[in-house]
């Protein structure tokens, strides 16, 4: 009686505990009310949403800016002391390792734009489940994302050189450490052939301020052909946004930098960033909504009553910068900010300052000066300024140097292109450009220096000029014409280093 | 109370029909059982007496006095008397009572039989709570250590890890100063980067060291710490880290109703300050600086600046600390209680209790109901009610951060006229660092929480041996918090004010106030059977098998506001905010909500047998399924096996030297689920901030628009982590029961490390799910050694040892092994990390340069390998690769923050009516990282700077290179300059107690005690700063002294009333 009790006990027991304990234990992630990857893309509005995210990581890229100035003969990486900002020293100094916080953070950010691209073509024509999702100005959409797909890549071979390259898909943990530089061709027929795409389908003008458009994808393309030397494609490519009329020439120069001159007359493409966000983390202070890179270059410890806000002394403008504007130059005050002969200016600012502690110029980035008014919530990460990328002025200065470089040049052209820049900065006519061949190609290649300094172009322009030897103090040619590939991507995924890292 | 007298009158007193109805379900059994009582009632004897204790002849109420194998029992009375009713001549009783040994004697004849009981100084017939049962300590082969309840009592601890400290062998504790706060705590080594705090079982109900600020530790009965495999594997997945087995006091069968009553008032103080410069000291040092730098002389009049403020004596205060504690114990035939109220207050010494305190009130009631004779019901219900404050910890803009760091020039009131704000503010620091009061100022924050823990349990004794447990058991925490953010006026030229000098808010600046409730709720549901038995007079076999169902889940939402009326603390709250969100201010108001849960199922099993008491074995396997593993591998089994030999038991070991010995070893494998469900999920909205950081949407033309990404991979391959331990030990006591060692050697192997691995960066910054590739070793030696001595009737002494020592190693991170988690962040003009997790090394050990003394000239340099920036008296760094120049590729090992071994010391001693206890705890062979020092331009220096390199020749010591502003060498980077040697004996506890004597007392009260006591006594160390030992939560961040909150002085006088 007793054994049988137990028995009948011990069989009841266990039966209802079997059916029920493996379901008890197993999870299904609608439990956390998490939509899975199976669950989206199923409606339009999931499509364009994903599209946006996939602009997100051009706000992560703000420290190219800063790098394109600092290696360069434009500026210092400057900050509290030597060891403070030890990643922009470096390639301030040259003394680059492959060990460098900022350019791995650049690698894996622009690799984030690429694989969230990638996600979008890889379901293009039929989402995760199978199912295909059509809506009125997809190809239109995806002519935004196959852009930003060629933005990044850009970016990447801009800095590293040869470097992975896939757009078949998003790709995961699986294919970590398997992939091998491609070619630098190779990634740049990647790019054009994004960007062609990108023309063939988007509209010329974007109701939504700094989305896409067909003009900024020409003049990237433009650019890109440039550092290919195909002056030629970059001469057919550019002129149509010329000869649109789209854009002018604002005529105070200054104004282009302010919040009002976001987005201006003369902006073809613009990184947007914004204070109206609460979006700011210490933990990831490149990666909110606002813009990193401003708090950086402002003075230390500012008082009085002018608009210009404290800031951290880095990337100050060199002397040599500063000299290289001739009189009259309305750019010169903007681009290198003389806070010294400022404040002398205009003694009922009240204006104090600390000098800056480490490689003091006296000089600071006039064009994205931290200011008043413009930053929110966590300050110091949160300015709303946009980055100038494309502007009207470079497309003319780049359709300048594609005239004169092209296998027939037309230097005339490129003349009158270079004449409008220069028109523009000395607000009169006098002071025009009227060389020929390369001594016009040397005017155009310093004109974009005067043009866009201080705007992360000039390390680059100097690389792709073949300049940069004699422009730059410490660089080593065929070592410094790339950044090393980040020491982890060396480690983990067995890339090969560039040379004489 | 209320409670206990319901069930009384509906069910208790009405054995008889209760008795009928099982009758019929169990006839059989109960016929037989029923049969033999009668029998035995019929030939009865009776027998009375008194039960004492030998060493003081005090007499000892509610003693147990039973027949042996039988449940015939009585305890003695309030003087001690007892009378039994013996069935028979010739059968044995049991005289016991806790903490005594007991006395078995045969009765012969009916009459008087006293008894004198010894103390239970090697406890060796005692029975100790393991999982999912008690185990005589005597049967047991696998590894527990003990603490008593008198010698948390004598330790009066504000957590229960407190006294685990030093006083469980195989147990390290590294304890923190701040009110409340949680140490860390590891059993036996370091098996991973994080997740590895132990489990803890409350009367068999699971609940984590987070749980312990909880209980009141007046409370506890005993706590056992799980060791070894052998004990562990039948936890499964919960025992990896080791299990805490807090028993907590229950009252006893018949016993009278006794009353307790404990207080102790102290006051806290802080031991030692750091030194710093003083403000003339600071002037001219700053001077320096500047000057070498190539600047202007900063303060031209030295003489005129004096000493200055000293802010460290500015923010600590001396703290009050109170508990208070009542309970009643006791029980009927068929009801038995244990009811308590505490109450504990502690006061932060870091701004005193205005700013920083811990408060909790408990409310316990443990319950045994005899529903039957066969069916017992036990309740336990507590009640916690807590409330904290707290102060910016743990960092250079701290408030001890600032109390070191501020410039000391500044007074400590403002002065200057047209500028509001209470306190002093300095013109050249101009950032970060702030005048310490200013900040402790506009601290305001609170945390209330409530929780109600418990367990409904039924204990059905089917048969003889044969016990059927299902048990509920529940922990409900709520918690609510507020945090006002005032505008705060830092000084006129302060870049951080959000409120300008004429007290107008700074433009775009805002307070605000935010709120936070989180709602926790954990249950678990588990029976299992516990069947004890004897086949062929000395077989031995203890059964028990089992299910068990968890599952634990919460969630939290909160809400922030901007704009609070008058700035005020008063009119702090979300309804009086006025903030509105605005096109350009979305921050105004802002809320979340977040929600987990987690299961478990399991089934587990035991077999533990002896011989005789002789030859022991055992063996445990358990089966769990966690909600947290990937798809393909939702199961995991754990099994562990021992063996022990008492060779004391065998017949041809005579010794009278020797007089219990037993050779024990096991090995076993149990594990870990600290993960998280993976699954590929899509993250809508703004930037969500994970790890690493990933943000979605964009704005166009500033207005914001949310995106989407997959944000999430999934690896449907993990599973639980498994370590492996072998235990190897012995327990010997010795010449006359007065020595007792135990001692166990282990290695503990753990493979599976749930880690993140590294992926290749062109994955993009979508985190990598977790994956099982860690493995770590860890082998040691857990040692307790006790000595008691009784010399005469009035003069006793105990003293107890317990030592603990562990090594640890890193054997994989993940595949190619490059991969490494680092820890211990802290800003010195650059973040920093100092502490690595990474495959070869000790887990978290230091990691930096290594220091080779000061370059003397520029000759010395041009020698030395290339050093960028180096200049005479700047810290030579050592080429550890020896390729010719100091980079990030020569950082190496430069301490470790965990000691070689730890050391306890209990000593105990009392003369006729005193008592005198004393707790030592030394820590030997662990570093600190010193990084509470700012180094900014303007921050105060320490003193050590005054011993700075000033030209060749001058010091060649690492510690104190050259000053100046500038410091194109990287003096400040991580290296072992800032390493110092943390070992320290600390003297934790003395105390001195007076009983007096029951002739006075005894008329209204049982026993009378005083008794005053002084915490953390003294420190010995070479340690520079306040306190060698360090914990800040994880084991990366141990050893990084950023200004850690030091632990208290505390000098306290109490009393002990049992009426």
Known sequence: ?501 | MVLSGSYQNNQFYKPKKRYMQLKIKFCMAMALLLCLFSHAYAQSLRVTGKVTAKASGEPLPGASVSVKGTTIGVTTDVVGNYSLNVPKTGVTIVISFIGMKPIETVVTQAGVLNFALEDNANALSEVVVVGYGTQKITTISGAISTVKSEDIHRLNPVRVEEALQGQASGVSVVQSGSPGSGPTILIRGIPSFSGNEPLVVVDGVFQSTADLNAINPEDIESLNVLKDAATLAIYGLKGGNGVVVVTTKTGRKNQKTQLGFTANYGVQQVANTIGVLNGTEYAAIINEGSVVSGGNVIFPNLAAIGVGTDWQKQIFHTAPMQTYSMNATGGSENVTYYLSAGYLSQGGIVGGMDKSLFDRANFTANLNFQLTPKLKFIVNANDVVLYSKGVQENSFNSIIGAALNFDPTVPVLNTVPNTVGKYGFSNNILSEVYNPLTKLDNTYNYNIGNKLYGKFEFQYDVIKGLKLTSRFGYTKYDDNSKTFTPLVFYGPQNVDNTMAADGSTVTGAHNSVSHQKASNFGYSWESFANYDFTVKKNNHFDVTAGFSLQRSSGNADGASRQDVPYNSWDFADFSAATGVNTATNSAAQTGFYYQYFHRNVSYFGRLNYDYDERYLASFSARRDGSSTFGLNKPFANFYAGSLGWVVSKESFFKSDFVNFLKIRGSYGTSGNDNSSPQYRSISTGGPDYGNPVNSNGYNFDNTFYAGSTLATQANDNLAWEVLKQGNAGFDITFYKNKFSVSADVWKKDVSGLLFTPFQSAYVGTIPPPAANIGTTTSKGIDITLSYNETFSKSFRLGNSFSFTASKNLVTATNLDGSAKIPGGGYFNGQSQNVTLFQKGFTPAYFYGYKTQGLFQTQAEIAAAPTQAGAQPGDIRFADVNGDGKIDASDQTKIGDPFPSFTLGWNLTASYKNVDFGMFTYASVGNDVYRAYERNQTYTNKFRSVLGRWTGPGSTNDATTPRYSFLDPNSNIRVSDRYVEDGSFVKIKNIQLGYTFPSSITKKVFKSVRIFGQVKNVYTFTKYSGYDPEISNGGILEVGIDRGAYPQARTYAFGLDIKL
């Open chain 1, 1 to 501: 009686m007793k054994k049988k009790y137990i028995k009948v006990l011990a069989i009841v027991v266990l039966t209802a505990m079997g059916t029920s304990c493996t379901k008890f234990a197993s999870f299904n992630p609608v439990e956390n009310f998490k939509i899975t990857d199976l669950q989206y893309l199923k409606t339009e509005s999931d499509y364009r949403t994903m599209a946006i995210s996939v602009y997100s990581p051009l706000q992560w890229l703000n420290q190219m800016q800063p790098i394109g100035d600092i290696a360069s003969d434009n500026s210092v990486a400057g900050g509290e002391s030597a060891s403070d900002v030890l990643p922009l020293q470096q390639i301030d100094d040259f003394t680059l390792t492959p060990v460098n916080s900022t350019l791995a953070d650049l690698f894996v950010s622009a690799y984030e734009g690429i694989n969230r691209a990638n996600y979008l073509t890889q379901f293009k024509a039929a989402n995760p489940s199978g199912e295909a999702i059509t809506f009125a100005g997809k190809d239109a959409m995806y002519g935004e994302v196959t852009f930003l797909r060629a933005y990044y890549y850009f970016a990447l071979v801009r800095m590293f050189g040869d470097v992975p390259l896939f757009a078949d898909k998003r790709i995961d943990i699986t294919v970590s450490g398997t992939l091998k530089r491609s070619p630098k061709a190779d990634v740049y027929k990647q790019i054009e052939a994004d960007l062609n795409s990108s023309i063939s389908v988007l509209p010329a003008v974007q109701v939504q301020k700094g989305r896409i458009t067909k003009y900024a994808a020409q003049a990237l393309l433009g650019k890109v052909y440039l550092y290919e030397n195909k002056f030629d494609q970059a001469a057919a490519v550019l002129e149509p946004i010329i000869t649109s009329g789209a854009f002018s020439l604002v005529a105070n120069y200054a104004s282009i930098y302010t919040a009002a001159g976001e987005n201006g007359p003369e902006s073809v493409f613009e990184i947007q960033y914004t204070n109206n966000s609460p979006y700011y983390n210490w933990g990831g202070a490149t990666r909110g909504e606002g813009n990193y890179a401003i708090q950086q270059n402002g003075i230390r410890g500012i008082n009085g009553s002018s608009t210009l806000a404290a800031g951290w002394s880095t990337n100050l403008p060199t002397q040599n910068l500063n000299n290289a504007y001739a009189a009259g130059d309305q750019r010169k005050a903007v681009t290198c900010l003389d806070i010294e002969a400022y404040k002398n200016a205009n003694p009922s600012l009240n204006i104090t300052y600390q000098v800056a502690p480490y490689k003091n110029t006296g000089l600071y980035s006039g064009k994205y000066q931290p200011h008043k008014g413009e930053t929110s919530g966590q300050v110091e990460l949160n300015y709303l300024n946009n980055f100038r990328t494309l502007r009207y002025s470079e497309v003319l200065l780049m359709a300048a140097e594609a005239n004169n470089r092209a296998t027939a040049p037309n230097d005339a052209k490129a003349q009158g292109y270079i004449n409008q820049v220069r028109a523009r900065a000395f607000g009169d006519a006098l002071h025009t450009v009227t060389s020929t061949g390369t001594t016009l190609r040397q005017a155009i290649w310093d004109e974009r220096r005067l043009e866009l300094g201080m705007e992360g172009d000039r390390f680059f322009d100097l690389v792709r000029t073949g300049q940069a030897a004699s422009k730059i103090t410490g660089f080593v040619t065929g070592k410094h014409e790339v950044f090393p590939i980040p020491n982890d991507e060396v480690v983990i995924s067995g890339l090969a280093q560039n040379p004489g890292y």
